[in-house]
């Protein structure tokens, strides 16, 4: 093929994996809305998950000049949850950040120890308060990078499907806004949290929090 033919075949194959996203994510939000979306909870270890993300996104990252790191500390305990959803949760995350991290720039995937509210808000008595406060041990995983970074005024609205930070980076990149709303209905659906914080001096940092399994549902 000439060199033209070989420009118009590569930029057939963008748009058809660019609307294989949409077109996926659409039947997954679809999914999490009607609470039709398959979850199958076993007891897994996070460190090789987090692993098979950074595998599988590096070449991705040597492709646009972006150092990708990270890992799991050790002897992390174990999580109750569905491993195909877990491993969608931390990839559409360091995806994003991927995008949004200019050449040179660096992304971390980690894992650790952490902990977090029993009684979440929802579950108090309508008071305001939990009058006896219980932590849970949890696992916190982090995809941070140093990318354009989020204002505050966005990071209340990035869960939102179709929204897209404002940006002419955002225009470069493509994407169809879903990724991070799944990412906090996974989540959710998972029992944790999800926030995003600033890093300084520049970029994000998306962090997960998931309860680590106790005991086995009957």
């Given at each position: 093929?000439s060199?033209?033919?070989?420009?118009?075949?590569?930029?057939?194959?963008?748009k058809?994996?660019?609307?294989?996203?949409?077109?996926?994510?659409?039947?997954d939000?679809?999914?999490?809305?009607?609470?039709?979306?398959?979850?199958?909870?076993?007891?897994?270890?996070?460190?090789?998950?987090?692993?098979?993300?950074i595998?599988?996104?590096?070449?991705?990252?040597?492709?646009?000049?972006?150092?990708?790191?990270?890992?799991?500390a050790?002897?992390?305990?174990?999580?109750?949850a569905?491993?195909?959803?877990?491993?969608?949760?931390?990839?559409?995350?360091?995806?994003?950040?991927?995008?949004?991290?200019?050449?040179?720039?660096?992304?971390?995937?980690?894992?650790?120890?952490g902990?977090?509210?029993?009684?979440?808000?929802?579950?108090?008595?309508?008071?305001?308060?939990v009058?006896f406060?219980?932590?849970?041990?949890?696992?916190?995983?982090?995809?941070?990078?140093?990318?354009?970074?989020?204002?505050?005024?966005?990071?209340?609205?990035?869960?939102?499907?179709?929204?897209?930070?404002?940006?002419?980076?955002?225009?470069?990149?493509?994407?169809?806004?879903l990724?991070l709303?799944?990412?906090?209905?996974?989540v959710?659906?998972?029992?944790?949290?999800?926030?995003?914080?600033?890093?300084?001096?520049?970029g994000t940092?998306?962090?997960?929090?998931?309860?680590c399994?106790?005991?086995?549902?009957?």
């Amino acid at each position: 093929m000439s060199a033209e033919q070989k420009d118009f075949v590569r930029t057939i194959h963008e748009k058809g994996q660019q609307l294989l996203e949409l077109i996926t994510g659409l039947l997954d939000l679809s999914k999490l809305e009607s609470g039709t979306l398959s979850v199958r909870k076993v007891e897994l270890s996070v460190e090789q998950i987090v692993s098979d993300v950074i595998q599988t996104v590096s070449p991705t990252a040597r492709k646009v000049g972006v150092n990708l790191s990270g890992g799991a500390a050790e002897g992390l305990p174990k999580l109750w949850a569905d491993p195909t959803r877990l491993r969608q949760i931390i990839l559409n995350l360091t995806d994003n950040a991927l995008k949004f991290t200019p050449k040179g720039g660096s992304v971390t995937v980690t894992a650790g120890a952490g902990s977090m509210d029993a009684n979440p808000p929802e579950d108090d008595d309508g008071g305001g308060f939990v009058l006896f406060k219980t932590e849970q041990p949890a696992i916190e995983i982090r995809v941070t990078d140093t990318g354009i970074g989020i204002t505050d005024a966005e990071k209340a609205k990035v869960f939102d499907p179709f929204y897209q930070v404002d940006s002419g980076s955002t225009r470069q990149v493509g994407g169809t806004g879903l990724g991070l709303s799944i990412v906090k209905r996974l989540v959710e659906g998972h029992g944790g949290r999800v926030r995003v914080e600033d890093n300084q001096p520049r970029g994000t940092s998306f962090v997960v929090t998931l309860p680590c399994a106790r005991t086995r549902p009957s």
